[in-house]
């Protein structure tokens, strides 16, 4: 499936392959590094096994990609495991399947509806749902009885945000 990458490098045309019996979302070594996205390094080690059940012969699994999918006005972080992946850059697992669950039409290998973007998440930024949601949770504990909460959001583009 084609979908837009917005990265610090700019916007680029990738393709993913969509994979139901993937249990993660998959990011390829060289994807990573080629487009600049970074990667944190994870608390536990994750061990890969292929189709057949054999280990994946890159190894375990020390890094993930945090990046932001967004179809229409539906956007969520998505975590990718960085690995080997061969031919492939990106493989949009069954989380990607059950949070989107995209309209898919098998015979003509088509996914109908709008575009799919990809957007590089700098480490610690904020989702403007994540933001949001971390501000009205401050907020709120901070009011006492008989105050009055007015919130007012500008969105400029799809970021950044001023409240």
Partial sequence: MPFDLYSAKGKKEE???????????FIDYKTVKRLGLGSIKLNTIRTVKNIDGTL???GNITHACD??????RKQERTRFFV?????????????WLVTFNPD??????IIN???????MLVHGKLTQKEYLRHMQEIAIAQLE???????????LGQEPMHI
Avoid at 104 to 109: G, L, Q, T, Y
Avoid at 113 to 119: A, D
């Fill in 15 to 25: 393709r993913t392959l969509v994979d139901s019996g993937a249990t993660a979302n």
């Fill in 56 to 58: 994946n012969r890159a």
């Fill in 67 to 72: 990046l932001l999918i967004s179809q229409g």
């Fill in 83 to 95: 690995t080997n992946l061969g031919g492939d850059q990106f493989i949009f697992g069954y989380p």
């Fill in 104 to 109: 898919i039409n098998w015979p003509e290998a």
């Fill in 113 to 119: 509806g709008p575009r799919f973007r990809v957007k």
């Fill in 145 to 155: 009885e008989g105050n009055e909460l007015i919130m007012s959001l500008e969105v």
